[in-house]
DNA sequence: GCAAGTACACTGGTCAGACCAGTAGCCTGA
DNA sequence: TCAGGCTACTGGTCTGACCAGTGTACTTGC
């Protein structure tokens, strides 16, 4: 015989419940309209703290955003990764996980993401992927910033490519989790034009294997990339976490 | 010359950056005491509402826990990987994200940490790992439920093996969405005894693969050992994303 | 008739004050 | 010494109020 601890539950828990619900079944979709915190509280009978604090959950959880002024009430928001990089970035920051262990995590990811890319673009994703690169060239005469944002542009497509959608929000994530971590001595970087150019010279050999459908050979170079440019960040003795990967 | 976009900073948010600065940055620690609603009022200098909406939105992400009557105030929570695991869940069933993309997922985060674990073990490890398996022996004697217990232990030993945090929470995290998905199928299946024996063996080869530290073996192994349980609940015109990863 | 401007009703954000059920820890009495 | 009750205080909830800001409908001037 086995009894399950219970916990009270406070009224605003079961708003939030009832609310979310509505939410990622369906039926409410983006977009739509919650009636207002007082046309709330008469219909879950309760008062306006109580609805104010089960729609501060919800906010929280980017499913709804209310602003105020708008008589048509608070709106349904589209299903976003914003919550769960949130959770993922405060995880990594409190629970003792550092460069090392997120820059593994993105080879895997990353490393993933370029088999399965290899093996099911369709052609709309290989031209995408040559006009991603084409801007990267362009960017490295333009400057650090814009190169940076091609260089994403490029991860994303090939992520999308791989037809998971989790594989590209985690991997939007990590990637995001890492730049924030390095961005500094990034920004401090010695000699950029010469960084520029190796993640070019990767970036196209990588899109060769993908062009040639050979998924374990664009995931192996795509690890490769990563440590290659990465992997200097990392203290020496924890390097031998990333080192399996190649 | 371009300009960001603006919103209002509402009160209760530059509350809940404080606080969680002071959690994730470790000033904080997990089992110590905030002041109370009431204390915390006069030292932010706003109303109680507006702190309680703050402890609202950091409870909501399972940073702090506050119970009535305790003098002590509210409790700051150790790191954990519930936030995660809800926002995902949430994407997951809003985002039109399928068993497929779930098992494919599964299928990456899996096979890294069993590749990673083979390379990385000590004997800690594989011994815990031989206990892991003694156990789904024993477990599958016992009846279902208690073997499902062992088998996700077994997986969690593994990730552990692998030393990356991050794959252990995530994996634990997408096994977990896909076991909720398909549990009420898994219920109704015919012969558990031999679904059982066939995880058994597969567990057991997989073992045998980390124990030579063959790392792209163990990781094909589990690979294979997902799809072979799994892909039958997955609609036949969707196992294609599947078997490049075989 | 129509565009520009204004007024208003209503929104969410915040505050103050109150009451309640429930708890931790003290304090008392045996 | 210790079991029991007591109490001051906790968080949860409600009411009612005020404010700045917004969308809409109406008015105004052309």
């Known amino acids: 015989m086995k009894f399950e601890p219970v916990a009270p539950i406070r009224a605003y828990e079961r708003i939030v419940e009832q609310i979310e ?3 990622v079944s369906g039926r409410l979709k983006p977009g739509e309209r919650l ?27 980017e499913l709804i955003r209310s602003r105020p002024g708008d008589p048509r009430g608070p709106e349904v928001l589209a299903a976003s990764p914003a919550a769960l990089h949130r959770s993922m970035h405060r995880l990594a920051r409190a629970d003792h ?7 593994q995590f993105r080879m895997v990811l990353d490393g993933s993401a370029h088999l399965l890319a290899a093996q099911l673009r369709t052609d709309d994703d290989l031209s ?3 006009t991603a690169l084409a801007a990267m060239r362009a960017g490295a005469e333009e400057g650090f910033e814009q190169f940076s944002h091609a260089d994403v542009a490029f991860h994303e497509t090939i992520a999308r490519a ?7 929000v985690s991997a939007e994530v990590v990637r ?3 730049l ?14 010469a960084l520029m150019q190796s993640w070019l010279a990767h970036h196209a050999e990588v899109l060769e294997a993908v062009h040639a459908a050979d998924g374990e050979l664009a995931a192996r170079l795509a690890r490769r990339a990563l440590y290659d440019n990465y992997a200097e960040y990392v203290p020496e003795e924890q390097r031998a976490l990333l080192t399996p990967l190649l």
Chains 1, 2 share one sequence.
Do not use: C, W
């Open 21 to 23: 619900e509505a939410v």
């Open 176 to 178: 995001g989790v890492v």
């Open 162 to 168: 791989s037809r998971n959608p989790l594989l590209v």
């Open 97 to 103: 996980v550092g460069l090392a262990e997120l820059l």
């Open 128 to 130: 995408a992927l040559d």
């Open 180 to 193: 924030e971590l390095i961005e500094d001595k990034l920004s401090h970087a010695r000699d950029r034009s």
């Open 35 to 61: 009636p207002g915190e007082r046309e709330l509280m008469t219909q879950f009978g309760v008062g306006r703290s109580t609805v104010r604090e089960a729609l501060r959950v919800l906010q929280a959880a």
